[in-house]
């Protein structure tokens, strides 16, 4: 954002000096996803923080244009349409830090954790961006 903005952009973060952003003008719809080592019957936390803004930071809140869900696929599987991912709420909220969190029992010894973020604006233009700030995302 600060690139396509001239440095102008904000590096919005609640832990550590820094977040992962995503930003576009255009429609997407992107999937995130680790599988990681596990205990076969352990139940396990995935939690985080993020954020987004459609039409940059400056308008005001417009929900229900940008979404973002996490998951977990307690078989490890990395398929996200799977019937086995457990997925979280598909939050719609708009310039306000949300704190997605799951639980799930491992079923083998890995599980899959998945983070989806969804534009379904097909172009806001060329002086605006949507952008999604992830931070902190943690397993316990």
């Not at 550590?16 to 995503?22: D, M």
């Not at 352990?42 to 930071?57: D, H, M, W």
């Not at 973020?117 to 097909?122: A, C, D, S």
């Not at 002086?127 to 999604?132: R, V």
């Amino acid at each position: 954002t600060q690139k396509f903005f001239g440095g102008g952009g904000r590096d919005y973060h609640i832990h550590g000096k820094h977040s992962q952003v995503i930003t576009s003008r255009s429609a997407f719809d992107v999937v995130f996803l680790q599988t990681v080592s596990a205990q076969p019957g352990r139940e396990y936390s995935f939690k985080g923080s993020i954020v987004n803004f459609y039409r940059g930071t400056n308008p005001p809140p417009v929900h229900d244009k940008i979404f973002k869900t996490i998951g977990i696929d307690p078989a490890g599987g990395r398929d996200y349409t799977s019937s086995t991912v457990i997925w979280g709420e598909r939050d719609g909220r708009d310039n306000e830090w949300r704190y997605p969190s799951i639980r799930a029992k491992a079923k083998g010894d890995a599980i899959t954790l998945f983070i989806r973020l969804e534009n379904t604006e097909y172009d806001v233009g060329r002086t605006d961006l949507n952008i999604i700030h992830l931070d902190d995302f943690k397993l316990e």
